[in-house]
């Protein structure tokens, strides 16, 4: 049974970076036709998504976080990474690891997220 466990820095400086690594215990991050993705979710907020990674290695962001989140392989087959880049207070939140899985009902293919980390807090602050 494969299981996601998050990890990373409990506080951050504003204008530093971090890194969160998402570690998947028994299943490769490249096991083919999976997605990968991160969210967060800041106090008392939503959940916001921030991106995802295809199996072969490729990533996906919303607009709002092009060019300051980065999501790549982890230093081993079962890792994953998201650096955020010029943090502010306003990343601070619990940030989850999730897998995607699809299913086809009726003709049409569904997309969830069927597996997720505990979550891990991060907090930016002076």
């Known amino acids: 049974q494969v299981q996601l466990q998050e990890s990373g820095p409990d506080l951050v400086k504003p204008a530093q970076a971090f890194v969160v690594t998402c570690t998947s215990s028994g299943g490769s991050i490249s096991t083919r036709n999976y997605y990968w993705h991160w969210l967060r979710q800041p106090p008392g907020k939503g959940l916001e998504w921030m991106g995802a990674m295809y199996y072969d290695g490729s990533t996906s962001y919303p607009p709002s976080l092009k060019g300051r989140a980065f999501i790549a392989r982890g230093a081993s087959a079962d890792r994953f990474t998201l650096d955020l880049y010029s943090v502010t207070p306003s990343d601070t939140a619990v940030y989850y690891c999730?897998?995607?899985?699809?299913?086809?009902?009726?003709?049409?293919?569904?997309?969830?997220?069927?597996?997720w980390g505990q979550g891990a807090l991060v907090t930016v602050s002076s």
């Open positions: 999730a897998r995607e899985a699809s299913t086809v009902v009726g003709g049409r293919r569904y997309r969830y997220l069927e597996l």
